[in-house]
């Protein structure tokens, strides 16, 4: 006798089945809807700085709270390499990586394009309303602070 015939099976029935088919998409069905809930909820978020300063800082590099003038060009740009590079890797994945690995690589891609569109119209927009500057965002030194003995960096990279 050999292994393959003395595994048992469990019998299924067809009204169980079909529960669970219609269970799986309706779960499907439900998150797709969720996904589209969230871009019109952060779509509508972004809108007001949209209709005050334009879609033109999507365009421009300058930042100058003082005089208003925003541009999200650089940020936008970074964010969408990092994105870039990360659907390489996960197309790569999709295509190359198999049947087991094929419905995770999807789903990343899908979160990395909702992410990156979260990223450019939330994130820039959040930064513009509340004045953040690149000064905001840079490390703090302190007067007086002890400064290392040993240099860290090789001397190539010293100015």
Do not use: C
């Not at 334009?54 to 940020?75: C, I, N, R, S, Y």
């Amino acid at each position: 006798m050999s292994q393959a015939s003395s595994v048992k099976q469990a019998p299924s029935s067809p009204w169980a089945d079909r529960i669970f088919a219609w269970l799986a998409k309706s779960a499907a069905l439900l998150t797709l809807g969720l996904l589209i809930a969230i871009l019109a909820s952060l779509t509508a978020g972004a809108w007001p700085a949209i209709e005050k300063y334009g879609l033109g800082f999507l365009t421009t590099a300058t930042w100058d709270p003082v005089k208003e003038e925003f541009g999200g060009l650089v940020m936008i740009y970074g964010t969408l390499m990092t994105s870039l590079t990360t659907l390489m890797v996960l197309i790569a994945l999709f295509y190359f990586g198999g049947e087991i690995i094929h419905a995770f690589a999807y789903t990343l891609i899908i979160g990395v394009v909702v992410g990156t569109y979260s990223s450019i119209f939330i994130a820039s927009t959040a930064a513009i309303v509340l004045g953040v500057s690149k000064q905001d965002l840079m490390p703090v030194v302190k007067e007086g602070a002890d400064q290392p003995d040993v240099e860290v960096l090789p001397e190539r990279f010293r100015n």
